[in-house]
């Protein structure tokens, strides 16, 4: 266990309405990151973090922003959901060390309808 | 563009078997290699990092190896047990910087079934 939560687990929203993933963690690591599961995808990078307020693009990033205001937190949000943005979301962390080892959360199932 | 390719993408044998996973990539500038266990509507479980410099890693059943410069990975299970069953996913990340642009890039993964 990272210690590493996601909330909501589950949600259900409409088509053209904001919606916002939070990640948090208790042990202070620097790195964050955003990905998102689909069949014939596999995992792919959204944005990450390398500090507060510290921020870039992944590979699928258009749709979403990130928001870090605090170490613990890394937000996610996608300002206008869509029927493509229905997925599986997981945070990830990675601890300072030479290994660059990452662990995920467990994940938020968003179903945008 | 890196691409990390797993096949097959499932596969389904008797328990006791020993079993070789196989993972490939297309560009060696890797700095490690993670192995992962998904379980079906759960998070991804870290199984094994091999790093660059690295050719094997072990921990209990599992072993995993690196061959960089074919762009090669395999996690060998000893003596599977249905409790194996899972997801299994392989993953690289490219070359260290300092920017923590440091990107897992994933497989699809193998869907792996021990019958009892």
């Known amino acids: 266990d990272a210690g590493i939560t996601q909330s909501p687990r589950h949600k259900v929203t409409e088509t053209g309405t904001p919606v916002t993933l939070r990640c948090h963690q208790t042990e202070n690591h620097r790195y964050m990151y955003w990905y998102r599961q689909d069949p014939g995808h596999g995992l792919r990078l959204i944005h990450y973090s390398y500090g507060v307020k510290d921020t870039d693009k992944g590979e699928v990033s258009d749709g979403y922003s990130v928001s870090r205001s605090k170490t613990e937190d890394f937000l996610l949000t996608l300002e206008s959901a869509t029927s493509s943005q229905t997925s599986v979301y997981f945070c990830?962390?990675?601890?300072?060390?030479?290994?660059?080892?990452?662990?995920f959360g467990p994940g938020t199932r968003l179903t945008v309808t | 563009k890196q691409e990390v390719t797993q096949i097959p993408a499932a596969l389904s044998v008797p328990e006791g078997e020993n079993l070789v996973l196989n993972c490939s990539f297309t560009?060696?500038?890797?700095?490690?290699l993670q192995w992962f266990r998904q379980d079906p509507g759960k998070g991804l479980t870290s199984l094994l990092l091999?790093?660059?410099?690295?050719r094997e890693q072990t921990s209990g059943r599992l072993n995993a190896s690196l061959d960089k410069s074919s762009g090669r990975s395999t996690l060998y299970i000893a003596a599977s047990q249905p409790g194996d069953s899972a997801t299994y996913l392989c993953a690289v990340m490219a070359g260290h910087t300092q920017g923590g642009s440091e990107k897992l890039v994933f497989g699809k993964g193998m869907k792996l079934t021990v019958n009892p």
């Open positions: 091999i790093q660059s410099s690295q």
């Open positions: 560009d060696s500038a890797i700095y490690n």
């Open positions: 990830a962390i990675r601890p300072l060390s030479i290994r660059s080892e990452q662990y």
